[in-house]
């Protein structure tokens, strides 16, 4: 395994590249309504990136043809853009990635669009709160299982199914570095968190089972009984008294 510590210049470059992907999620927002298509939004953002004087991380990513993945509904993660609109009642996973002087940032939010049932409301309000649980107490020296298993206990405290085959990761001059950060597993586990670590925590969880399938694109994952997921990403950097959060 290959942790790779950031010292205070990469750190820097990663903060710039976390606030222009905070205000590209915030544009996005802005924009989502009924009728709207994920292509306009997918445009809009490879739009602002470019202007900020940035690159999208994931457009062309192994072949991904995206600025943004845009999972709708029962799509947990790795949704194509399309000129499809969107529907009252639905809800969107807007996960996106940005690239600034080689160094990455990447972040995702779930939007309701229009009047959405209570209880989709809540699941994306409490996939929020358990990457914020998830993070309580965490700071250099503590084990990184810790942040896996407070995500697990909460979600599945709400009765949700926490997606095992998509994880986490570590971050910086690769989109994906190590650790594998997973939503679940025992406290107290895996590597020790050490101060300049940083790493995108994203928790993914489901208003049914758990179970996930491969959509025949070979990159949307969905839900296998077709209920709605919910998906909430930050990348954070670890420090000696906790955990900055640098994609708000």
Not at 174 to 193: A, F, I, Q, R
């Amino acid at each position: 395994m290959n942790i790779t510590i950031k010292t205070k210049n990469e750190l820097d470059l990663m903060r710039q590249a976390g606030k222009i992907l905070a205000d590209t999620l915030k544009l996005i927002e802005k924009n989502i309504f009924v009728g709207q298509t994920s292509a306009q939004l997918d445009k809009l953002a490879y739009d602002y990136i470019i202007s900020q004087g940035a690159k999208p991380s994931f457009l062309g990513y192994e072949g991904f043809p995206c600025t943004i993945c845009a999972s709708v509904n029962s799509e947990v993660v790795h949704g194509f853009a399309t000129n499809t609109p969107l529907e009252d009642g639905d809800i969107i996973s807007i996960d996106c990635g940005v690239v600034y002087k080689g160094y990455h940032a990447d972040a995702a939010r779930t939007f309701p669009v229009g009047e959405v049932k209570w209880e989709v409301k809540q699941l994306i309000e409490d996939t929020k709160q358990s990457f914020y649980e998830g993070i309580k107490d965490i700071r250099a020296g503590c084990k990184l299982g810790n942040i896996s298993h407070k995500i697990q206990v909460y979600l599945e405290s709400k009765g949700y199914g926490v997606v095992r085959e998509l994880v986490g990761h570590g971050i910086g001059t690769h989109l994906h570095e190590d650790p594998m950060v997973p939503n679940y597993g025992p406290y107290n586990s895996g590597v020790v968190l050490k101060s300049g670590m940083t790493l995108a925590i994203e928790p993914m969880s489901t208003l049914g089972k758990r179970n996930v399938v491969l959509s025949h694109n070979g990159w949307t994952v969905l839900t296998e009984d077709g209920l709605p997921s919910a998906h909430y990403e930050n990348t954070v950097i670890i420090t000696d008294d906790g955990v900055e959060i640098i994609t708000l």
